[in-house]
Every structure is written in structure tokens, then in C-alpha cells.
């Protein structure tokens, strides 16, 4: 836990509503009719996306502009480089992200996007260090029942987990040392990014 909570530096982490990387686009000060037509092209409109992709793609600031997309669900256009198809599965994905350096970014009081499981993981470090559902609901900017729901589930979540705790080590087993029967492993009913050593050493990893 000490992990996303002790004062190391901002990760690099842009909040929702930071525009600062836009005046370094190179397509910053185009006009806007020629912007629209080669980043918000027809869809097989090929030579203008062609030459989108050629812009984008010695643009300084595309992996940010790729990012702002995503987070902001953007589905139209083109960003960092990718067309909306081509960043279809990238939307898809988003949901199910589980990615610590937003854990820790959202605990340091950054405005990033988190998915479903992310804002799980901040929930459960807050209820096991005693936060209130008011002060989650500050630092999360939710609705106050909202986080008192986040509140309540991340108690039976650890709950469960210290129910089941040293019952289920598939982490710590060799490949060797497992049943060659497959009906006498049995898997644990809390999933594992739940478990606090898998998930300190995952946040160790991302530190």
C-alpha cells in the first residue's frame, strides 16, 4: 500500500481535461476546413488518410493525442495516428484496464480516466486505510451514494479475501509441484487482483 501513497514524483500522466499538449500538434494552427478534412475524412477517403497518417505520424504529441481519445471517448476522427476502426479495439479494451500508474495517479489527486477495476483498486486501498465514502467521493469526484457503494463492496471484497487467505497460493506453485489431476486444483472464489501480495507486487512493478 505504501507504494501509491508515499510523496514519489507525479507518473506522467496528462488529466482528463489537460489540453497542453495541443499547441505542440503539428496539426495546431491548421485551418480549420483542412483539418476537418483530413482528420475527420470520409471513411474511405484514402488519400486524405494517407496524408493524416503521414502528419500524425512525425507529430511530437501523438501518443498523447492517441491517449486524450481514449479517455475521453472519443470514437470519431482520427487520433495519434489511428482511425476511428482502427481504434475500436482500443475502446473495447479500456473498460477492463488495470493499470497501477493510474492507481497511484488518481491517489495523488490526478484527473485520470480510470476503468471499472482501476476505481476498484483505489476503493479497496481507501477503505484498508480507513477513508470515509465523503473523502473517496471527493478524491474520486463521485456522487456521494455512489462511493458509499464503492465503500460497501470494497469491504466484502476484502472480506472475502482475508476469508480465503493462505487457503488458494496458485502464485507461489511451480508447474511441479501442482496436481497432475486437474479436478484436484481448485481455484479460489476472489479474484486475484484482490489478493494484497499479488497486488503490491504488481504495484511494486509498476512503480
Not at 8 to 23: E, F, K, T, Y
Not at 92 to 120: I, M, P, T
Not at 154 to 183: I, N, S
Request: hydrophobic fraction near 35%; glycine fraction near 6%.
Amino acid at each position: 500500500m505504501r507504494y501509491i501513497t508515499t510523496n514519489a514524483p507525479l507518473p506522467a500522466l496528462r488529466g482528463i481535461a489537460d489540453h497542453s499538449w495541443h499547441v505542440r500538434g503539428l496539426c495546431h494552427g491548421m485551418p480549420a476546413e483542412d483539418a476537418d478534412e483530413l482528420f475527420f475524412h470520409a471513411p474511405r477517403d484514402h488519400e486524405a488518410i494517407t496524408e493524416a497518417k503521414l502528419i500524425c505520424g512525425r507529430c511530437p504529441v501523438k501518443k498523447d493525442c492517441f491517449t486524450y481519445a481514449l479517455d475521453n471517448e472519443i470514437r470519431h476522427g482520427m487520433w495519434g495516428g489511428l482511425t476511428e476502426t482502427e481504434r475500436r479495439p482500443w475502446h473495447a479494451k479500456v473498460s477492463k484496464r488495470l493499470d497501477y500508474s493510474r492507481v497511484r495517479a488518481a491517489f495523488q489527486g490526478r484527473d485520470v480516466h480510470l476503468s471499472n477495476a482501476e476505481r476498484e483498486a483505489v476503493t479497496r486501498h481507501a477503505y484498508t486505510r480507513g477513508w470515509s465514502p465523503e473523502r473517496l467521493a471527493d478524491k474520486l469526484r463521485l456522487d456521494l451514494d455512489w462511493a458509499r457503494d464503492l465503500m460497501r463492496n470494497a469491504a466484502h471484497a476484502v472480506a472475502d479475501r482475508d476469508r480465503y487467505w493462505g487457503l488458494y497460493d496458485e502464485a507461489d506453485t511451480t508447474d511441479d509441484e501442482r496436481p497432475q489431476d486437474e479436478d484436484e486444483v481448485t481455484t479460489s472464489p476472489v479474484p486475484r487482483q484482490v489478493h494484497t501480495r499479488a497486488l503490491i507486487i504488481a504495484l511494486g512493478k509498476a512503480a
